[in-house]
């Protein structure tokens, strides 16, 4: 089964400065695709980027961006220019492109607190 | 595009009740999917539906508990016999199916359930 965790229950930035969020899985799979997801106070999830494991180019979104690490099993999530707005729980997931199965699995999270 | 909605946003009941909430997904989104979250940790997987088909349970979903998607369209899910321990949010996401497992999961607001 795979498992992904996120080392850092919590975190902060200052805003306008850059912060990463690690987190690692463990997969015996080639094909899977990892993603971040947002989860500020109000509860609803957001997706805040996506990578694909046969992809080697890291993955972009505006201010956000991975360090994806095949070998080492590592998915960090780079914010750049912190804003208020980013303070939240963060989630990295993994999800299967090789079994039938669907599901996310999700890391622990980490609180980001983003201090003006 | 109105978004995953669950009804209701809090549940309030006494334990060894019944509950049941209900989840409507994006309209073109033929995948469902069920998550519990507890206090502090990542979401859960519960199950899924493909249209009206239920194609995975997760073993935390107990006999207590039952799922379903009449008509591929909204789902329920109930809980019998509530225990302290089903005290949690539970999340609805939706996504299409096709072109692999990419495609991502749009989460609701959740239901918070609560049993005194």
């Known amino acids: 089964a795979q498992t992904v965790t996120q080392s850092q229950p919590e975190m902060s930035v200052q805003e306008a400065e850059t912060v990463t969020l690690s987190c690692t899985y463990d997969t015996s799979e080639s094909d899977y695709y990892l993603f971040w997801y947002k989860q500020p106070p109000s509860r609803q999830m957001i997706l805040v980027i996506r990578q694909e494991a046969y992809k080697q180019q890291n993955a972009t979104e505006n201010r956000f961006s991975v360090n994806f690490q095949k070998a080492a099993k590592s998915f960090s999530l780079k914010i750049s220019d912190s804003q208020l707005g980013d303070a939240a729980m963060y989630f990295c997931a993994y999800r299967s492109a090789e079994t039938s199965g669907s599901r996310l699995t999700f890391g622990e999270g980490t609180q980001l607190t983003v201090n003006p | 595009d109105t978004g995953v909605s669950q009804n209701p946003r809090h549940k309030i009941t006494k334990r060894g009740q019944n509950v049941t909430f209900r989840c409507d997904p994006i309209?073109?989104?033929?995948?469902l999917y069920w998550y519990r979250q507890t206090l502090g940790q990542g979401p859960e997987f519960l199950t899924y539906?493909?249209?009206?088909?239920?194609?995975?349970k997760s073993r935390l979903l107990s006999d207590r508990f039952s799922a379903e998607r009449p008509k591929g369209s909204f789902s329920t899910l109930e809980i019998q016999r509530t225990e302290q321990g089903d005290s949690a949010m539970y999340l609805c996401a939706s996504s299409l199916a096709g072109q692999g497992a990419g495609q991502p999961q749009h989460f609701g607001d959740g239901t918070r359930l609560s049993i005194l």
């Open positions: 309209s073109e989104h033929n995948r």
């Open positions: 539906f493909q249209n009206e088909a239920q194609l995975e």
